[in-house]
């Protein structure tokens, strides 16, 4: 059993930042396998949309928009904690006003696990 949890949204003015918050727990050997750690955002009557994930590995991908990789930094908790990342929002517009979501994937399965979302509000 596999628990995703994210932390961190809020209301922000215009220019401010947030950083969000993302635990993968459960079972130790379910986790074990945990291959990457990556961040979503879906507006409403959008597509959820990829911004960033860290790999196992520490290899970090970010969305080709210059727009997130400019403004926005994924991150491992540390060394030795590869269960939780965290994505710096920074120079936030009311356009990065949506709900974020954390998603985790495993080795050796295909579907992908995902928190409730937080949801992050950013007025002009």
């Known amino acids: 059993q596999v628990r995703v949890e994210e932390s961190g949204g809020g209301l922000v003015q215009a220019g401010g930042s947030l950083r969000l918050s993302c635990t993968a727990s459960?079972?130790?050997?379910?986790?074990?396998?945990?291959?990457?750690l990556g961040w979503y955002r879906q507006a409403p009557g959008l597509q959820r949309e990829f911004l960033a994930a860290?790999?196992?590995?520490?290899?970090?991908?970010?969305?080709?928009s210059a727009s997130v990789k400019d403004r926005f930094t994924i991150s491992r908790d540390s060394a030795w904690n590869t269960n939780t990342v965290h994505l710096q929002l920074n120079f936030l517009k009311p356009e990065d006003t949506a709900v974020y979501y954390c998603n985790a994937r495993f080795y050796g399965r295909d579907e992908d696990y995902w928190g409730q979302g937080t949801q992050v509000t950013v007025s002009s």
């Open positions: 459960g079972n130790p050997r379910s986790i074990s396998t945990l291959s990457s």
């Open positions: 860290v790999a196992r590995s520490g290899t970090i991908k970010y969305a080709e």
